[in-house]
């Protein structure tokens, strides 16, 4: 599991201007936020969900009058009242979510009020439960899992008719995250596993109002001839993009090979004539002389599984059929891929290792923000990383440090502090001046 510290979450739940005061308990294996409220409160679990990790968000909120003190003015736990138990729906679609609630979580029972995420749900299992809930009448999308996580909540955004999207097809060429919105979209470039479901609980740190969309390699999906330069791969994704926005200002960001994948995209349109107003760049670099040995398919299995959010032994001995179990055991809606898909997949991550060793980038005219893994390299080395990028920037290097390493970049407490950076750029950017 994760260390959760609740002064972090504290401090979090008094950043909203409805709290007047806060304490956080570990309650029978509940992490229980009792707050004190000086006005409305009723988007505090939104609050949290874009100031903190899922792992953090409390799985329940109780109001009180007053913060019960002892005689010597600390916290008195005795009289901390314990969270309202909802274990029965109250009506037929929160009986229908609490089951389903309860068998992607593998759960014997799951109270209405309770977070997805806080039980140990994640965003993989999240496209799960949407397809659970759609074959039972009920609609909703993955990102409304991730920004209103109760039973209760999405039973009544279900009852309300509200449908955003169909259920995603983990496979498609473009994964449509969250399609409505009112901002210009992001469009997130899948890493080397040719894949972006990493990139689900993004959505949680973004402006509601702010469509995202991932790209994904359709030789996952149905095989075909593979690709031959990232060029060429960049070209087909700028197509993708102007179906889905015709014209800019565009919006981009990349992991890994993705990033490699996202400059080319960007400087792809600016020569068509468009404008791109944002390039994130997430622990992506030209390939150098020393970056030039393939990784070998042990290695390939085991970033698979890291980039999904799995821990994985790098000195493990991994078939295939291993990889699927974990995915299993797990509960992710990718167990069922079967051997042959997976084949694919492994195919992909090193045909874009080959890509990438290849790749002579262009010169994007703008800003890059790149985002640097910090864990395990030295302060020389980090200092080094922005000069790989200098001779394809014409414009600033701006560099953000996160406390993790490479495959853990879209793990939840990276993907927290990369997401709020990337959210505070986008809402600055320039677009409402169009």
Request: aromatic share 6%; net charge negative; charged share 20%.
């Amino acid at each position: 599991g994760f260390a959760v510290r609740p002064a972090e979450v504290e401090t979090a739940l008094l950043r909203h201007a409805g709290v007047a005061a806060a304490e956080v308990v570990v309650r029978d294996d509940q992490l229980v936020a009792y707050v004190v409220p000086r006005g409305g409160t009723g988007d505090l679990r939104e609050h949290l969900t874009r100031e903190l990790p899922d792992f953090a968000v409390p799985s329940a909120i109780v109001e009180l009058p007053a913060v019960p003190l002892t005689a010597a003015g600390e916290l008195d736990h005795a009289q901390l009242p314990a969270p309202r138990t909802k274990a029965d729906g109250r009506t037929p679609a929160e009986e229908v979510l609490r089951l389903a609630f309860a068998e992607t979580l593998g759960l014997p029972s799951v109270d209405v009020d309770a977070d997805f995420f806080a039980l140990g749900g994640n965003s993989l299992l999240s496209v799960r439960l949407v397809a659970l809930a759609r074959n039972a009448g009920l609609r909703f999308t993955v990102a409304d899992v991730l920004t209103h996580g109760t039973v209760e909540h999405l039973a009544a955004l279900a009852a309300s008719g509200d449908d955003t999207g169909e259920v995603l097809d983990p496979f498609a060429p473009v994964l449509p995250i969250r399609p409505a919105g009112d901002r210009a979209p992001l469009f997130c470039v899948h890493a080397g596993l040719g894949l972006s479901l990493p990139y689900l609980g993004l959505v949680q740190h973004l402006d509601p109002g702010r469509p995202l969309y991932g790209l994904q390699s359709p030789n996952v999906g149905s095989g075909g001839e593979l690709p031959v330069s990232v060029e060429d791969v960049a070209e087909e994704y700028a197509a993708r993009i102007r179906e889905i926005q015709p014209a800019g200002p565009y919006h981009l960001l990349g992991w890994s090979f993705g990033g490699l994948l996202a400059h080319e995209i960007a400087v792809q349109l600016q020569e068509a004539g468009e404008r791109v107003d944002s390039l994130f760049v997430l622990d992506s670099f030209p390939a150098g002389p020393a970056d030039q040995t393939p990784p070998t398919k042990q290695e390939l299995l085991v970033s698979f599984l890291e980039h999904l959010g799995f821990d994985a032994d790098a000195g493990a001995a991994l078939s295939p059929a291993d990889v699927l179990g974990v995915l299993g055991r797990g509960g992710s809606r990718l167990a069922g891929i079967g051997e042959e898909r997976m084949a694919r997949v492994l195919d992909v991550m090193s045909n874009n290792g080959e890509l990438a060793l290849r790749y002579e980038p262009a010169r994007f005219s703008g800003r890059l923000r790149l985002f640097l893994a910090a864990e395990g390299r030295t302060e020389d080395d980090l200092a080094a990383r922005p000069g790989q990028w200098s001779p394809y920037v014409d414009g600033e290097i701006e560099t953000h440090r996160i406390d993790c390493g490479h495959e853990f970049m879209m793990h939840p407490q990276a993907q927290a502090a990369i997401g709020r950076i990337v959210a505070a750029a986008l809402d600055g950017s320039s677009e409402e001046d169009e």
